[in-house]
Nanobody, 123 residues
């Protein structure tokens, strides 16, 4: 049984930082591309960042480029998202998702999802 669990969310002031973590079990983590999506109240879920199974390719949404960094530790079955210079518009539920090998910008092709971790940025 696959389990995906996010952690690290919280309340932070604008300009602050948070690091999200996502651990996945029940799958061969090193063979999966991993991504972060987010969904704010009343808005559609959007892709934030994705990293390929080797870690050799990373992708970022324009809205967070230069502020967020995605990384993975395959030995620990863990995905990270370092978020710096946070803005109120980054407030959302952040989800971790997995799909085999390569990244995609479409949430529909991701097989496994976590329950999410809330990030709230105050102005």
């Amino acid at each position: 049984q696959v389990q995906v669990v996010e952690s690290g969310g919280g309340l932070v002031q604008a300009g602050g930082s948070l690091r999200l973590s996502c651990t996945a079990s029940g799958l061969t983590f090193a063979r999966y591309a991993m991504a972060w999506f987010r969904q704010a109240p009343g808005k559609e879920r959007e892709g934030v960042s994705c990293i390929s199974w080797t870690g050799g390719s990373t992708y970022y949404a324009d809205s967070i480029k230069g502020r967020f960094t995605i990384s993975r530790d395959n030995a620990k079955n863990t995905l990270y998202l370092q978020m710096n210079s946070l803005k109120p518009e980054d407030t959302a539920m952040y989800y971790c998702a997995a799909r085999p090998l390569i990244c995609s910008g479409s949430s529909r092709v991701f097989d496994h999802w976590g329950q999410g971790t809330q990030v709230t940025v105050s102005s």
